[in-house]
């Protein structure tokens, strides 16, 4: 049954937060939407690079699938507003979408802003007032949540609904403050980890190697301790000053934990497309096309220049030897090293750099059928602040709406 001016106050105007307040207002709720930056939606404005991967055009269960950290207590979040049904939403709201390689989901325009412009139409369309303030402190009075404190001004409410998001990117305005507020219920932060990251080597040939773009590579991330391999995947990758990025290297991210110097290594085939027996006779034609030249000076055809020199001195032969006189075992070693050219891992780059933070609201003090602490009536939590995290591909803003949805409605009802 739908209750009139139950008041809610949406702390965070992200993902999340836009469409909970939508969602609570649309339901005849009068909504304070609270968002500490002078416009919402930073975040939205940077996701895939600036056109919004939006969702994953996918069902349920490949869905939940897609999430490695707490993915069973998404189930009902995601069943009750599913990718298709967020698509749908999104499409109702005059956003016109195509799916992309990877189901992935974008707006036509691939313009993230349209996004962002269409969640402000939706709130503002359902009368949920905007208030640019920070957030400090829920008011809780013998164990009734009854209002959020701010820096300006102490709104009363019925319901709250933590949408603060992660730490990650905190110039965006995730800067963590959704922990403390839902510390302060009571409730227990997950430590805050940085996942989908770049890494950090200590190999010094990544900085000579940096802005190299290695495109359609193998890559395999292996666990030094057992010689097993925790990630493997076949697409592209960066080197940079401090390691290694690029999407195929924020996916492995979310594979690898605990990393310490050394544990972990990157092999990357450098030539997937060939066999060994190929690429060896490729070598030998390249060698007998440059037959009196150094071996230093034939392999452009063969590799991007930045890294030749990093190949060469883990070749072990010089530079200046002539292709001609390379032996049969130098040029098979030369092939095993273009298969499996490594490169250790030392670390993840900060989570101020992490496209998502993993950790955050314990999730068995969550209800997942609503969003509401077990904790502290009316309150509620919805997107990154909890402690679920996704790889890439849509999914995680597909949390956002879904849990946002969820709460929204819960809140509200
Ligand atoms: C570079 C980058 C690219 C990404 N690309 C994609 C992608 O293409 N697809 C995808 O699915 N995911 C992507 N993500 C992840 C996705 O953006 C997040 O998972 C999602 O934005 C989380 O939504 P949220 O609402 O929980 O948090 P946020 O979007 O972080 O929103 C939190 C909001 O709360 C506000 N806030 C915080 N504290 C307070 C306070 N005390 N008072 C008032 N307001 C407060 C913040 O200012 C912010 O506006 C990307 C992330 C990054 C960093």
Redo the contacts with the bound molecule.
Sequence with gaps: MKMKNKSVVV???????LIAAGTAAENGASVNL????NR?????M???KGR??ITNNCDVQTFISNVPVNGRFLYSAINSFNPWEAMNFFESLGLSLKTERGNRVFPISDKAVDVVDSLNGYIEQNGVKLIN????ALVINNGNLCAVKCKGKTYEADCVIV????K??PL????G??YTLAKQAGHTIITPKPSLVPLESCDSECKSMQGLSLKNVSLKIINRSNGKTSYSDFGDMLFTHFGMSGPMILSASSHLRDITAGKYYAEIDLKPALDFEQLDKRIRHDFTENSNKDVSNSFSKLLPRKIIIPVLKRWGVPFDKKCNVITKEERRKLCEILKAFTVDISGFRPIEEA??TSGGVKTTEINPKTMESKLLNNLYF????IDCDAYTG???????WSTGRLAGNSASI
Excluded at 11 to 17: C, D, K
Excluded at 34 to 37: D, S, V
Excluded at 40 to 44: D, L, N
């Design positions: 702390i965070g105007g992200g993902a999340a937060g609270i968002e500490k930056n919402v939606g930073r975040k939205i940077i996701t895939g919004c991967n303030d920070t957030a400090t949408c603060c998001g992660g990650s990117y965006t305005g995730s800067t403050d959704g496209i998502i919805a997107g990154e602040v849509g999914f995680n803003l597909q949390i956002a």
